[in-house]
């Protein structure tokens, strides 16, 4: 078999804007699941620049599975960039310290946990993830969409704020999918698979492996 290397940074041959993306993060709180890919039309290196407001004394992770695709200039909003939504003002007063520094005594950010990006997502070209939102298996995000709440596997959804246009398969094949896992599967498997994997049978892949 002549299976690509999850560990090579730039797997297409002659092409440099295309990287397996976990072979270019170094920060502990983004983790990226292989052969998941971004392609930028400048640099791939711009994809830790468009994680924004992610301070480690936040604490919030970036997680994105296997198998994603990524296209260039999506941005990831974290909740380092959260301010006060609930008082009479919003503005950080306390970051600017003299009198100002106890203004956010007894108070806290809004914190909305992890950034959760499921396996084999599409993230289209200059959409925007706002904190906290978890991303399904098999989800597929339209090009120039802010999404401000969680999305179900195997959904399409777009716009600003992005809705649910439809879904992918039916909710029966769409339980199938999310219990085969093929993402799990060893790279063996899934490449013998390959296929069924690009077509649009859900049965022919349920039978393919009974069940």
């Not at 296209?71 to 503005?91: E, P």
Request: glycine letters at 8%.
């Amino acid at each position: 078999m002549d299976i690509p290397n999850k560990d090579n940074q730039f797997p297409l041959a002659h092409y440099n804007k295309l990287v397996f993306l976990k072979n270019i993060i170094s920060q502990p709180n983004i983790v990226v699941g292989d052969y998941t890919y971004y392609d930028d039309f400048v640099n791939p290196e711009n994809f830790i620049r468009n994680v924004k407001y992610h301070f480690d004394f936040v604490g919030d992770k970036l997680i994105i599975g296997k198998f994603c695709m990524i296209a260039s200039d999506v941005t990831f909003i974290m909740n380092g960039g959260n301010h006060l939504s609930k008082s009479i003002s919003a503005y950080p007063f306390a970051i600017f310290g003299g009198d100002w520094k106890d203004a956010m005594k007894d108070k806290t950010y809004p914190y909305k946990g992890d950034t959760i990006i499921g396996n084999d997502v599409w993230l289209g070209y200059n959409t925007t993830i706002m904190p906290g939102v978890k991303i399904g298996d098999g989800a597929i995000i339209a090009s120039n969409s802010t999404v401000v709440k969680n999305v179900e596997p195997y959904s399409i959804v777009g716009g600003n704020p992005a809705r649910l246009i439809r879904k992918r398969f039916s909710d029966e094949s769409i339980q199938i999918l999310l219990k085969l896992k093929w993402w799990e599967w060893d790279i063996e498997k899934i490449t013998q698979s390959i296929k069924i994997l690009t077509g649009n049978d859900v049965d022919a892949l349920k039978n393919l492996y009974n069940m």
